[in-house]
């Protein structure tokens, strides 16, 4: 062989053993630097888990240290006289469920409904007395205690009602002030106000206005004032017992909240029900003043939020239950019908009328004229309303 074919072939040797060597290299490389991602990706998640068990752990410490900073723990005793299936009690469950919920158990409550602790017109006595420290007191079952709470608070609808409601009672300082003094001194504490709702009035015969109905025995054990102003003849009849005064013909009707008539069934003897849209106060969520004033400042601020995001919760609420209750009442047979505008407004006007001048006396038997006059007169000029007029073409 020549020295040059030699050496040509040596060169290629080279060559290829050069390429093999670069190929082994780079290999390396990449095998290296891939075993390198995956540790990191390995590091990264244990880091990754690591800081989510730090974090699970600080919400946890959170958690407990909110719940401490509320200070100690209490039980609070919760009671309603209605049903607990009714509208105004499934208030009360969502309230106690969230306070016991963001309070993570240092605030609860012992729950008495349908009547197991006290009837209706016994709440108030209990709750101001401390024998009970909460309850949605029912208007006009205090009136001596609480007048200036029993004002003509009412308005076409649930927001109307609701925002009358708020002006009078927490937002005007003129009014505010004189209903927080007043609740103070009858021994408790209000935070906020449910509306009635859709009122459902029940007969035993068939009526499509509040024309039809005049003359007819109606069966309540509040506010008749204005229901006797309407034309009805009032027979006292406390709610428990308007099923058997229906039933027996004791009465020709009554009403109550559109739940309420659900609840107790009072359909079943007198179905024809007509609806109305006129609303007012209701039902005032109320704390014993002594209790109330013993729990911490963090402890009440939590109980107010969780009675604003009630009230909020209930009105969104209220509106997917109502087609739910018409359509049960039609599928037990009964006939439903709608009042009119213009009768919802004259029942407004009555209403509204003869509430306030129905307790114009004892206002004046407790030395508290004025001040009933102050916040009446605020509540129809809120509404839109002239008292004047209003007195002059529905007063007695």
């Given at each position: 062989m020549s020295v040059k074919k030699l050496l040509a072939l040596l060169l290629c040797l080279a060559m290829v053993l050069s390429l093999c060597a670069c190929g082994s290299t780079d290999a390396d490389t990449e095998e290296s630097s891939a075993d390198s991602e995956t540790s990191s990706a390995v590091a990264d998640s244990a880091n990754d888990a690591d800081a989510a068990d730090v974090a699970d752990a600080a919400a946890a410490d959170?958690?407990?240290?909110?719940?401490?900073?509320?200070?100690?723990?209490?039980v609070l005793t919760a009671i309603n006289g209605f049903t607990e299936s009714d509208f105004a009690a499934?208030?009360?469950?969502?309230?106690?469920?969230?306070?016991?919920?963001?309070?993570?158990?240092?605030?609860?409550?012992?729950?008495?409904f349908g009547g197991s602790f006290c009837t209706v017109v016994e709440e108030f006595g209990y709750v101001s007395s401390g024998a009970a420290d909460f309850c949605t007191i029912l208007q006009d079952t205090a009136l001596e205690q609480l007048?200036?709470?029993?004002?003509?608070?009412?308005?076409?609808?649930?927001?109307?009602?609701?925002?009358?409601?708020?002006?009078?009672?927490?937002?005007?300082?003129?009014?505010?002030?004189?209903?927080?003094a007043q609740a103070?001194?009858?021994?408790?504490?209000?935070?906020?106000v449910q509306t009635s709702g859709l009122i459902a009035n029940v007969c035993t015969t068939p009526v499509s206005s509040y024309a039809d109905m005049a003359g007819m025995s109606y069966g309540t054990d509040f506010a008749s004032a204005a229901y006797a102003a309407m034309g009805f003849n009032i027979v006292s009849t406390t709610i428990s017992d308007v099923y058997e005064a229906l039933s027996r013909g004791m009465i020709d009707c009554s009403s109550s909240s559109l739940s309420a008539v659900l609840a107790y069934k009072w359909y079943e003897v007198a179905p024809y029900i007509m609806v109305c849209s006129t609303s007012s106060t209701a039902n005032f969520f109320t704390f014993n003043s002594d209790r109330w004033n013993s729990l911490t400042t963090a402890q009440q601020?939590?109980?107010?939020?969780?009675?604003?995001?009630?009230i909020a919760w209930?009105?969104?609420?209220?509106?997917?239950?109502?087609?739910?209750?018409?359509?049960?009442?039609?599928?037990?047979g009964c006939t439903v019908g709608y009042f009119t505008e213009e009768d919802e407004l004259e029942k407004l006007k009555i209403q509204i009328t003869v509430t306030y001048q129905s307790y114009l006396d004892l206002a004046e038997s407790l030395g508290q004229l004025d001040e009933y006059n102050m916040i009446?007169?605020?509540?129809?000029?809120?509404?839109?309303?002239?008292?004047?007029?209003?007195?002059?073409?529905?007063?007695?």
């Open positions: 959170e958690e407990s240290a909110s719940a401490e900073d509320l200070g100690d723990p209490v499934e208030c009360i469950v969502h309230f106690c469920d969230l306070v016991e919920e963001k309070s993570n158990g240092n605030i609860t409550f012992n729950r008495y007048l200036y709470w029993n004002t003509a608070v009412s308005g076409c609808d649930m927001q109307e009602a609701m925002d009358v409601c708020n002006y009078i009672f927490f937002e005007n300082p003129e009014t505010a002030a004189l209903c927080e103070e001194a009858a021994g408790v504490k209000i935070l906020g601020e939590l109980l107010q939020e969780c009675v604003d995001e009630t209930e009105m969104e609420y209220y509106d997917t239950l109502v087609d739910g209750w018409i359509q049960t009442l039609t599928d037990e009446s007169e605020a509540t129809f000029e809120y509404l839109g309303f002239d008292i004047q007029e209003l007195l002059d073409e529905y007063g007695t």
